[in-house]
């Protein structure tokens, strides 16, 4: 890979840009939230939220394509009709944050708009002709909240607060369906309105057959937001953020971690949510990179350094491999292949980023293709989760193990990967047989209902108007600030209550709980929150000694 010079602009005015360049037709989205093999609309892909899509991804003959420093650290990007939708943060502190969306031709990378003042967005979401994006900065601002943007112009159509709290949503005809500070909700996607929202119920959204699934294991009807089962209650003092993280084929998926607890991957019945299996790699209490993929029979998870297969039906290890990186993503599948991203050298902090391709049904090893060093010293660059779409795979690469969150601004990367690329970076085919042997434990519950589940009584449900306090507004801002310029290299080229308030529909679903801290940020962006982790003078301290440094 070509080395990217690191750029100045980090100090240039974004807030309330919007620069159009090229107009884009209307979007599209598949509603049914199915994999696709032309885009990746959204976190892990689909409403499903199942990592994997129907995509070819590259040959054998990967190559970088082109490479772009965008000023700050990539969120997971979103690909909707033939353009990449790229997240990004400009400066992240202990006072501010910054950021900007941007949309892309994929191929040319060619900025077709760019809408400023976004304090740290997050992983996009498209539909209907608009993108949506939360915010994860540290103030609350005319750049914080929620935006949807126009997916034409970047212009915004309406705004929710920060005090809202909506993140983590999905699209589904014509609705938004995600978390709000510690209730579900769905809002009409065109307009910000309410249309129902669920106390007490939070974690990460997914979405199938007009259910809406929380991480909490709760799941309610997509229509007006009645309990259709709960097992929030059953998971005891384990994280339970992650007891529902994708849905496909009328079963759930999930993991459950905590601290000195050993981690399962768990698979439930859609309709009841009665466990049918679960799977315990055999070690371990944490685990960082525990989003699922799941396709093709296959639930696909990361956990210490090794890749595992599992039988999506039974729970059975189909086959585990180490793929002698530090792994550093989540597993996407696509075209019956499972890629992560990582590290090379996995026993420090040094190496270079890599993504692997394994074949998903024999896990031997298909290609490795290393990116190449960079100038930032201190930690070698790591991959991101790799999203696969069409014949190209896309990565943003960052400091992993950095504890200093400007960092993950300053020191950023994003890569595009396709077959006969330019030769960047180097592209190893070589076959590493896996190995089939079971690491861990699968216990099945075939028809067997886990818990109490709760169940709603009759209520009339209305989509009225949101009240004040829940309208959303319509803004379109349009300072003439200056924007930053990216720096490109492209390797072609050189039982639950119901009450209703002021006119909106509340319910209270009993026997849930309100999501707590889970094992993996939902914000889509790499290492944020270390330093407000850290906590105190020792790490503001640090922050300002690293920036200190970089001037020196």
Request: charge should be negative; proline fraction near 4%; glycine fraction near 14%.
């Amino acid at each position: 890979m070509t080395r990217l010079r690191r750029r100045d602009f980090l100090t240039a005015a974004v807030a309330g840009t919007t620069v159009a360049v090229v107009p884009v037709a209307s979007r599209t989205t598949n509603d049914a939230g199915s994999p696709s093999a032309s885009g990746w609309t959204t976190h892990r892909g689909n409403a499903g939220r199942t990592g994997a899509t129907d995509a070819a991804g590259p040959g054998p003959d990967v190559g970088t394509e082109w490479s772009t420093d965008p000023g700050g650290s990539v969120a997971e990007p979103a690909v909707a009709d033939g353009t990449l939708y790229l997240g990004i943060t400009t400066a992240h502190t202990p006072s501010a944050s910054e950021g900007y969306v941007a949309a892309y031709d994929p191929a040319t990378v060619e900025e077709r708009w760019r809408k400023g003042g976004i304090s740290r967005p997050g992983t996009l979401t498209v539909g209907d002709g608009a993108v949506y994006v939360a915010t994860h900065g540290t103030e609350d601002s005319d750049g914080s909240g929620f935006f949807a943007l126009d997916a034409g112009t970047g212009e915004t159509r309406w705004h929710r607060p920060a005090s809202f709290g909506l993140e983590d949503v999905v699209f589904v005809d014509g609705r938004l369906y995600g978390e709000a500070g510690s209730d579900a909700c769905a809002l009409d996607a065109g307009t910000g309105e309410v249309r129902w929202r669920t106390e007490g119920v939070g974690g990460g959204t997914c979405y199938a057959d007009g259910t809406v699934y929380y991480g909490t294991g709760v799941a309610l009807d997509a229509a007006d937001g009645n309990s259709r089962w709960n097992v929030s209650g059953d998971i005891g003092n384990q994280w339970s953020d992650d007891v529902v993280q994708t849905v496909v084929d009328g079963t759930t998926y999930g993991t459950l971690s905590g601290q000195d607890l050993p981690t399962e991957v768990q698979a439930r019945s859609a309709a009841d949510g009665s466990l049918r299996w679960s799977y315990s790699p055999g070690s371990g209490s944490y685990w960082r990179f525990d989003r699922l993929a799941v396709a093709g029979g296959r639930v696909v998870c990361t956990f210490d350094d090794t890749v595992h297969a599992l039988d999506a039906a039974t729970g059975e290890t189909a086959w585990t491999y180490e793929p002698d990186v530090q792994l550093t993503s989540s597993p996407t599948m696509a075209g019956g292949t499972v890629y992560v991203g990582g590290r090379t050298d996995p026993e420090s902090d040094a190496g270079d980023a890599a993504v692997v391709a394994i074949d998903a049904a024999s896990g031997e090893r298909t290609w490795r293709h290393v990116f190449g060093s960079w100038e930032f010293e201190d930690y070698g660059p790591a991959a991101a989760t790799p999203v696969v779409v069409g014949e190209n795979v896309f990565a943003a690469t960052y400091p992993e193990g950095s504890a200093i969150d400007y960092e993950y601004t300053e020191h950023a990367d994003f890569h595009v990967l396709g077959s006969g690329g330019g030769g960047g970076g180097t592209t190893t085919t070589t076959s590493e047989t896996s190995t089939t042997t079971s690491e861990g434990t699968t216990t099945t519950s075939e028809g067997t209902t886990i818990g109490s589940r709760t169940t709603t009584g009759s209520r009339t449900t209305t989509e009225p108007p949101a009240t004040t306090s829940e309208t959303a507004t319509a803004t379109d801002s349009t300072s003439s600030a200056s924007k930053p310029t990216a720096t490109t290299t492209n390797a072609k080229t050189g039982a639950a209550q119901s009450t209703t308030t002021d006119g909106l529909q509340t319910t209270t679903a009993a026997g849930s709980t309100s999501s707590g801290t889970g094992t993996t940020a939902t914000d889509g962006q790499t290492g944020f929150g270390v330093l407000s982790a850290l906590g105190g003078l020792a790490g503001v301290g640090a922050y300002f000694r690293s920036r200190l440094d970089a001037e020196d």
